[in-house]
Structures are given as structure tokens and as C-alpha cells.
């Protein structure tokens, strides 16, 4: 370990004195690492956050979401509200006003055939995508204008215009009908040069090497780059030599020591963008040992979190509640960690000793350095933890611990998106194989705020309902927070206007630019 730190140490060295004799930049090209080669571009088949923040740069949503977390109308005159009359009194009829004159790359116009075609898209079960809950919800979907979409929900649904068509925990933007033969969107020509109606079309996709995308001659206003790179470098380090080389002008920072590095290159700055998201520790509630709350308990006040923040250096916020404080107001920050207190811990365990699996991604070396400071800090607890590790893709696979409830505890967490209600994962219902409730926690209260915050007209009773599952989750422990995700950009300090909003997604790239 220590000789790889020298050897990456050199390394960086040397780069940082061959970068003065690099040419000087094109200006108006920006270069944007990307750590995933995509599979495809098509916003309706991605299934990693990068890539559909990148689709979005070619293919919008009708509702987008600001630097500052605000649903913002992209493709539509306003956000749709039982105030403007958009929402029907009931909560079950939703009416979307597309904007006049939004064009695609290829100048043909967007109307409601186009957001007609993206529907029936996503329920055609021979495409691959992720998720398609949300839409299911759909009783129908009707066109009766060439700008007017009415969404007809089976029932009233509060999260509905905040994830139907909108950036979201995914985006699915809207793709042009008219350059797909038929819903089946699968190996489509489409794919060579993607283009939407957003800021930019893709004119060459070098697949494992780099994608380039120049402006939308129909986007108003006109983009400021001329050309935009995505360049695949699927390792962190690798990326990072890149951005202190001069080779990308942006690269995300996937560990906290490349923060304190980057404060010491001339010429590079960090954007920091708070995340709907919360690393934890689940905790699997079905099986012995952890199944006794007061083994939850006991694990809880076992932990000492200034030791665990030690591993991450600080980097990060920590956590109480499983809602991070970016989703204010929704987000209770009465809600603290489990002061450290063995003693109490032993007590609830009635001073027995117990064995207990930790399970975690090989790949993620930070979660690796918080396992081995949880192990050392449950055996005076009394607690035995033996760490397993596995590779990412069977780590969370349908055979593999997570999804087969083989563990005590694991360390993972959750991305939201625009809704509190998306960063919900404690229900029944996802307490299963194919669900994201791997504590398999369920609660017959927990269930009732749920249903009542979902239909509820009153937005304080709404308040009210995630201010009290906030509290029992924090009672019941089926996870304990550890930290809320911070996303860091590396960035030369010759960008501006680069943002992102709290789901990673990219703000407003047609006022991005470089000198």
C-alpha cells in the first residue's frame, strides 16, 4: 500500500511538471471525464447516474431540476399545479403545455406525438429499462392537441409531476418518434448520432475512447462550446492524472485525499454539490442476529462515528437522519447519531457475545477502511464481525448478499431524486429480491405515512408524515446513517458556468464555456 501511494505520489509529480509544456487549449472545447463507457445513449436504457446525466445533454425531459433542487419547466410553458389548474382537484388528471417551437437537431419540431412515443416506449417490455413503476401508475395518456398531453393517473399521486418526465432518479427524456422505426429501441440507428431537442447531438460516438457532441443548431439560446468531449477513462486515479495533466478540463474527485491534491495544483478548482444521497449501514432485520432490535441498538451505540469520519477525513457531512439536508424542508435535522456508549450496548446484548457478517463492494476502498473501524468497535460491544467482500457486479446481483438478505449488516446507501418520497426504500412492498429494502424492514405505521403522504392534499400533513418516518426509522434501525454524499468536479479554473443539481444531473450546459 505504502509503495503504490509513492509510486501514484511520482506519478503525479511528474505530470504536474510536464503539464506546463502541453499546447495551449482550444477554447469553447470542454473535455469531461467519464468513468462509464455507456451501452447506450438512450435515456430510456440507462442505468448509471453519470450516463443518464449525460443523455440529458442531448435529450430533455419536460421537467428539469435547477442548481438550486427546484423543478424548473424545460419543454413545457409552466410546472403543472392544482393552483394553475394543470393538476385536477383530485389529484388524477395531470395536463402537460408543451412549449411552441421546440425543435430537434434535426429541425423537425416537438410536439405530444413525441412525448406519446416516449410512453409507450418505456412500457414496451422489449426494451431494457430500469424501472418503469412510475409510469405504470398511468391509467392513460392522451394527446388532444399538438401541444397538449393529458396524464390520467389510476390514482391521486403526489410525486407524480416530479418523476413522470422529469429529472428524477432517472430522466427520461423525449425522444424524436420520427427517428425510431417502431418502440423497440434496441440497437437503433439512432444510437450512432443521438440527438434530442437538448443543447447539443452527438456527431461521433468512439465507443471505449470518447463521445463528441457539437451545439444544436435549432437550441435557443445558442450553446457557447463549440464542442463538448466525454472522454472514457473508467479508473478514478486515472481520470485525476488526467485532469492535473491538463488532458480533461473536468473529472470527478472519487476520493477525499484527491481534494486536499487538487488544493495544492495551480489552476484547478473543486465544485462541491450537495447529493440527495446517504451512505449507510443496512442492517438486515429478518434474520438472526440483527432480526432483535436490541441487536440493532446494541450496534448502534457501539459505533464510534469520529473514528469512522476519520476514514473518509472529514470529507463528508455526518449523517442522523437517512434524508440528507439538501431536501429541506422535508429533511428533521432534530434527528443525531447514537452517542457511543459500549457499556449500554453490552447491556442489551445482556453480555452475551454474537457473531455478525459484514458485507461490502472489493472495489470500493472506502467502504473497506469504515468496515475495518466497525469491526474493531463492536468486539468490546461484544460483537464478532467478520468481513466479507465482494466484487461489485456480485455484490448487488440477483444471486448475490444484498438482494438475498445473506448478511447483518452491509454498507451501501441511496441516491433520491426530485420527490422526497423517491428516497424512500423502507417499504413492504421493496422488501423482497427484486426491491430496494434489503433490511427487509417492515412496519405497519411505516406503511399508513406512506400512503398518507402520497395522496394527502395538505402540504404541511405531507411535512408531517416524512418528519414521523424519518423518526421510525430512526427508532426501528434498519439502517444507521453514516454520511450525507458530497459530488466533487475537479474542474480548470478556465471553466464557467459548469453546475450540477443534487442527483448529479447537469445544469444548464448551454451556458457552459472555457477560454
Known amino acids: 500500500m505504502r509503495l503504490t501511494a509513492i509510486f501514484l505520489a511520482l506519478v503525479l509529480s511528474s505530470c504536474a511538471t510536464l503539464q506546463h509544456s502541453k499546447p495551449p487549449h482550444e477554447p469553447h472545447v470542454l473535455r469531461i471525464a467519464d468513468l462509464a463507457d455507456p451501452s447506450s445513449l438512450n435515456p430510456l436504457l440507462a442505468h448509471d447516474q453519470e450516463t443518464i446525466g449525460n443523455d440529458l445533454l442531448m435529450v430533455q425531459t419536460l421537467i428539469g431540476l435547477s442548481e438550486h433542487n427546484r423543478l424548473v419547466p424545460v419543454l413545457l410553458t409552466r410546472i403543472p399545479s392544482r393552483n394553475n389548474g394543470d393538476v385536477s382537484r383530485d389529484g388524477t388528471r395531470i395536463t402537460y403545455r408543451l412549449r411552441h ?9 416537438l410536439t405530444s406525438q413525441d412525448v406519446d412515443f416516449t410512453y409507450r416506449a418505456i412500457l414496451d417490455s422489449r426494451n431494457n429499462v430500469l424501472s418503469q413503476d412510475a409510469y405504470r401508475r398511468i391509467a392513460s395518456l392522451e394527446t388532444p392537441g399538438r401541444y397538449t398531453v393529458v396524464v390520467r393517473l389510476k390514482r391521486p399521486w403526489n410525486a407524480a409531476v416530479s418523476d413522470l418526465f422529469a429529472q428524477s432518479d432517472f430522466a427520461f427524456g423525449i425522444l424524436p418518434a420520427h427517428a425510431f422505426s417502431s418502440t423497440q429501441l434496441a440497437h437503433a440507428s439512432w444510437e450512432d448520432h443521438a440527438f434530442g431537442s437538448g443543447p447539443f447531438r452527438v456527431t461521433q460516438w468512439r465507443r471505449g475512447d470518447r463521445i463528441i457532441l457539437q ?60 447529493e440527495n444521497a446517504t451512505e449507510w449501514m443496512s442492517l438486515q432485520t429478518r434474520r438472526p442476529p440483527a432480526s432483535d432490535v436490541r441487536v440493532r441498538e446494541a450496534i448502534a451505540y457501539a459505533l464510534d462515528m469520529a473514528p469512522i469520519r476519520k476514514t473518509f477525513a472529514d470529507a463528508y457531512a455526518q449523517a442522523g437522519s437517512f434524508f440528507p439536508p439538501v431536501m429541506a424542508p422535508w429533511f428533521d435535522g432534530t434527528i443525531h447519531p447514537y452517542p457511543h456508549d459500549s457499556l449500554r450496548a453490552r447491556t442489551l446484548l445482556g453480555g452475551k457475545t454474537i457473531d455478525a457478517v459484514m458485507v461490502i463492494t472489493a ?30 457486479t456480485l455484490f448487488n446481483a440477483p444471486d448475490g448478499p444484498i438482494r438475498n438478505a445473506r448478511f447483518t449488516i452491509s454498507i451501501d446507501g441511496w441516491l433520491g431524486g426530485a420527490d422526497p418520497e423517491q428516497s424512500i426504500v423502507f417499504t413492504c412492498a421493496q422488501a423482497n429480491q427484486n426491491g430496494d429494502n434489503i433490511s427487509r424492514y417492515c412496519d405497519p405505521a411505516f406503511e399508513a405515512l406512506f400512503r398518507d ?12 408524515d416524512f418528519r414521523q418516518m424519518q423518526r421510525r426509522i430512526d427508532d426501528a434501525l434498519p439502517v444507521i446513517p ?31 464555456d472555457i477560454f
Open 101 to 109: 417551437g421546440v425543435r430537434f437537431a434535426d429541425g423537425i419540431e
Open 453 to 464: 403522504q402520497a395522496t394527502t392534499r395538505a402540504q404541511s400533513q405531507r411535512l408531517r
Open 215 to 274: 451545439p444544436n443548431a435549432y437550441f435557443s439560446p445558442k450553446p457557447k462550446l463549440t464542442r463538448l468531449e466525454l472522454r472514457m477513462i473508467p479508473d478514478g486515479n486515472s481520470a485525476f492524472v488526467a485532469l492535473r495533466t491538463r488532458d480533461v478540463d473536468i473529472a470527478r474527485l472519487t476520493t477525499p485525499q484527491m481534494l486536499q491534491q487538487v488544493h495544492e495544483t495551480p489552476g484547478i478548482a473543486v465544485l462541491r454539490t450537495p
Open 482 to 512: 453514516i454520511f450525507y454524499e458530497t459530488y466533487f468536479d475537479g474542474m480548470d479554473t478556465r471553466v464557467h458556468g459548469f453546475a450540477r443539481n443534487m442527483l448529479r444531473f447537469p445544469v444548464a450546459p448551454e451556458r457552459w
Open 363 to 392: 472495489e470500493n476502498p472506502l467502504w473497506s477502511r469504515i468496515a475495518t473501524v466497525v469491526q474493531q468497535e463492536l468486539a468490546p460491544a461484544g460483537i464478532r464481525l467478520s468481513i466479507k467482500k465482494y466484487p461489485t
